[in-house]
């Protein structure tokens, strides 16, 4: 029987989920989509542990997603040569070129554009913003002197935050290349690109993908800096879901601004009809404790609450202690929020006469007919899975069941709210079809006897064209 939550969960894999049974307890406790973080991944791990999960999604009968994340441009600092303590006043040199061990006096930055793009005045973060530096004075080619704001212990190959400097480094690393050719040719189902700034940065990650993959893979923005705020119109015409990446975000933007982004992101996808995923923190605790905090659960909750696809653990499922538990709570904390009439979901219907508005009105009004006739399910044939989008940003209270011939996009569409896929591939008259696969969501514990159905389907069937007719039904059998 199908997990009946709709927001879904992304958990990251790591030395915590090396194991099949653990992988499977994870499916089977409401995981939709499994991140690799290639910040930490060797390609044999990856390779093993994605072919762990398509063993289980065939065994279990279930669609769990890959989403391989890029690690962007990651700045740091070297190693230091013993304890260091840097105090508010002292000053100390960041240098590029050669590593070499750092002390209180030079540590090496691994940027070597950095003394060209600081500029006096501007804020050096360390250690996710545990250390704060002033900008003193820059050589322009390899020394920056900085002045201690914020001082603490300065520990070895801590990450480096910018907030205020125009950076020249692309989005898209040699790293990330190598790192996404990789993932494209394991098929992975989607792949989030860190520390996007800017139009360009999606485009360049779509080229690779044109040029080594036949198929379209989804790409994911990660939003963590605040010129990504600032271009987020932009930003959403070139992706097709964004990730409120609040680690980042909440060192390179004050953290208290966080909360409201965070509404803003969602809004703003919800618009844009794609995915949004929240992201950091969301149970860090149970890293190391069966019991989140109450502020954990709060946390999980709203993000329910203000409309997002899904919900991320990194370090929970990754490194943590109990990796199948911490889903499970996750699932009974969205379980419990997600049919709340609390939840306001904006409904502008589409108004832009573009050559698919047909099929989105259509699915607009799919979403609004559900939820007054209160029916269990809105399901959809689709060939690319657009009416999937669709539908899920318009929230029904419905379950929204995906049938598709196209086996690339049925674990693709596990990451957007309420959708559940599943192959079909009998396409004959709308009636047969439409019966068929009413039995099959009867089958899968969507539907019973009594319950109330509305099917689209593009006319004729056989051509799989766009959307274009809504069917109202109430089930009278369920034969299987």
């Not at 994870?26 to 910040?39: C, H, P, Q, T, Y």
């Not at 020249?168 to 098929?187: C, N, R």
């Not at 689709?382 to 086996?407: D, M």
Request: glycine share 6%.
């Amino acid at each position: 029987m199908p997990t009946k939550k709709k927001t879904k969960i992304v958990a990251t894999l790591g030395p915590a989920t090396s194991k099949k049974e653990v992988l499977k307890n994870m499916i089977l406790a409401g995981v939709d989509v499994f991140r690799i973080n290639f910040s930490h991944a060797s390609y044999d791990d990856v390779a093993e542990r994605i072919k762990i999960i398509r063993e289980l999604n065939e065994e279990l009968q279930m669609s769990t997603a890959i989403l391989a994340d890029l690690q962007g441009p990651k700045l740091r600092v070297g190693v230091m040569g013993g304890e260091v303590v840097v105090a508010p006043g002292d000053e100390i040199l960041f240098v590029t070129g050669e590593p070499f061990e750092g002390n209180a006096e030079r540590v090496y930055m691994n940027y070597k554009e950095f003394p060209r793009d600081v500029k006096a005045g501007e804020n050096i973060l360390l250690d996710d913003g545990k250390l704060m530096f002033e900008v003193v004075s820059t050589n322009g080619e390899n020394e920056v002197k900085a002045k201690v704001i914020q001082g603490g212990p300065l520990k070895s190959k801590k990450g480096v935050n910018l907030p205020n400097t125009n950076i020249s480094l692309p989005a898209l690393t040699e790293k990330d290349v190598k790192d996404a050719i990789f993932a494209i040719g394991q098929d992975v189902d989607w792949i989030a690109l860190s520390f996007v700034r800017f139009s360009q940065d999606l485009i360049d990650l779509q080229n690779l993908i044109k040029e080594h993959s036949e198929h379209k893979i989804p790409i994911v923005a990660k939003i963590e800096k605040p010129e990504a705020v600032e271009n987020i119109d932009k930003i959403v015409a070139y992706c097709d879901g964004l990730m409120v990446a609040r680690g980042d975000l909440g060192v390179e933007v004050p953290a208290h601004e966080v909360p409201l982004i965070q509404k803003q992101l969602v809004l703003r996808a919800k618009k844009a009809r794609i995915p949004v995923i929240i992201a950091t923190q969301m149970m860090e605790t149970m890293i190391t404790s069966l019991t989140p905090t109450r502020a954990e659960v709060n946390d999980v909750a709203n993000s329910v609450m203000d409309g997002a696809d899904a919900v991320m653990l990194s370090g929970e499922t990754s490194v943590g202690n109990y990796p199948v538990q911490v889903i499970e709570k996750m699932t009974s904390i969205l379980k419990s929020v997600e049919g709340s009439s609390l939840i306001n979901v904006p409904q502008t219907p589409p108004h832009i006469k573009t050559k698919r508005y047909i099929t989105k009105s259509v699915c607009y009004h799919a979403a609004l007919m559900a939820n007054e006739i209160q029916a269990k399910a809105i399901s959809t044939l689709t060939n690319s899975g657009y009416t999937a989008f669709q539908i899920s940003a318009w929230r029904p209270s419905a379950h929204i069941l995906v049938f598709t011939s196209n086996r690339r996009i049925l674990t693709q569409l596990n990451l957007l709210w309420g959708v559940k896929a599943f192959y079909y591939d009998k396409y004959v008259s709308t009636d047969e079809t439409i019966d068929d696969v009413n039995q099959i969501a009867c089958k899968k514990g969507f539907l019973d006897v009594g319950d109330m159905l509305i099917s689209l389907a593009a006319m004729p069937i056989k051509d799989k064209g766009m959307v274009n007719t809504l069917r109202v039904t109430e089930i009278e059998t369920c034969n299987f």
